[in-house]
């Protein structure tokens, strides 16, 4: 497998797997520095790229890339406006915790650039 990488609007490469884990603990390369590894030149971040699995998606053999979403966001920024509000009374402590919980909770799952089927992480 070939990796082609993107900085600043110049192309280098390709490096291969061993290279490019090489130059980014040496720090020639960034996790940011966008990368691809197909014919398409779709590009993506290079940390997304590396964390995915090295088995294609088992319907259509296309590329995984690792998705992570933080669904309780909205609702803990919520909890703690209210938490805030209801500081002088004994439940806004409570609350405050509880709002900085959801708001740090987030699920990561692999998505199919191909058929866009979705895999557990």
Do not use: K
Request: proline share 8%; net charge neutral; glycine share 10%.
């Amino acid at each position: 497998m070939q990796i082609y990488l993107e900085r600043d609007g110049e192309r280098i490469g390709p490096y291969t797997r061993e290279q490019v884990t090489a130059g980014l603990s040496a720090g020639t390369f960034l996790p940011t520095d966008l990368a691809s590894q197909d014919e398409r030149m779709t590009w993506m971040p290079l940390r997304s790229l590396l964390a995915s699995p090295r088995n294609p998606c088992p319907q259509c053999q296309g590329h995984l890339v690792m998705q992570t979403e933080s669904p309780q966001r909205g609702t803990g920024i919520i909890v703690v406006v209210l938490g805030l509000l209801f500081s002088p009374v004994c439940i806004g402590i409570p609350l405050l915790i509880w709002g900085i919980i959801l708001i740090g909770e987030s699920r990561s799952y692999w998505h199919c650039r191909g058929c866009g089927r979705t895999f557990p992480a």
